[in-house]
C-alpha cells in the first residue's frame, strides 16, 4: 500500500518531488488493490466529451474532436471572475475551424497556461477546459453542460486552483511556507 504524504515537499509546484507526490496520489486513486479511495473510478481512460484540447507542446496546443472515443484526459475546474482575456480566449463559430489546426497557448489566460503546464509534466495528452472545448456561441453549451457530470467522473484528473478567483491568476507560482510544512 502506498503511503500519502500530508504536505508537498517544496513551495515550488512543478518540481520533481511535487510532480511525483501527485504521481503518487493518482496512483493510489487508480490502483485496483488501493482501499483508500474505493470510489475512485479504475480507469485510466474513458470515453471523451465532444473536443478536447490536445495538449501538445511548446506554444501549440489544438483542438481535437474525440466524441465516442477512449481517451486519457485531465479537466479543469476553474473560476471565470472577471477575465476579460477568458472572454478573447473562448471558442466561438468564427474561430473554431482555427481552433482546429492549432493555436499559441499563450493566447489563453493564466489559469488555462497553467493547467496546460501542468498536464504536460504529468503526461497526460489533453485537457477539457469549457471555455475552450464548446463553442459558446452557439447551441452547444446546453447540450454539453447537460453532459459535464460524466466529463468529470470520467476524468483521468480534475484540476481545482482553488486559490484563483479569476482566470487570469496563476495557480503554479510558489506555495505559501504553510503549504510545505
Request: hydrophobic share 40%.
Amino acid at each position: 500500500m502506498l503511503e500519502i504524504a500530508q504536505s508537498f515537499p517544496d513551495a515550488e509546484a512543478l518540481t520533481l518531488k511535487s510532480l511525483r507526490m501527485i504521481q503518487d496520489w493518482i496512483s493510489i486513486c487508480i490502483s485496483s488493490g488501493s482501499d483508500q479511495h474505493e470510489k475512485c473510478p479504475k480507469m485510466q481512460k474513458a470515453v471523451g466529451p465532444r473536443r478536447l484540447v490536445d495538449v501538445m507542446s511548446g506554444d501549440a496546443v489544438r483542438l481535437v474532436e474525440v466524441k465516442s472515443v477512449t481517451v486519457q484526459y485531465a479537466i479543469l475546474s476553474y473560476c471565470w471572475g472577471q477575465s476579460t482575456a477568458l472572454k478573447s480566449a473562448r471558442t466561438l463559430k468564427s474561430n473554431i475551424t482555427q481552433r482546429l489546426k492549432g493555436f499559441a497557448v499563450s493566447q489563453l489566460p493564466q489559469t488555462l497556461r497553467d493547467s496546460i503546464t501542468l498536464v504536460r509534466e504529468l503526461g497526460i495528452p489533453y485537457i477539457w477546459i469549457d471555455a475552450v472545448c464548446i463553442v459558446q456561441d452557439s447551441g452547444e453549451w446546453a447540450t454539453e453542460a447537460s453532459r459535464m457530470m460524466t466529463y468529470y467522473e470520467n476524468s483521468y484528473l480534475t484540476i481545482v486552483p482553488v486559490r484563483c478567483t479569476s482566470a487570469d491568476q496563476s495557480f503554479l507560482n510558489p506555495r505559501p511556507r504553510w503549504v510545505s510544512q
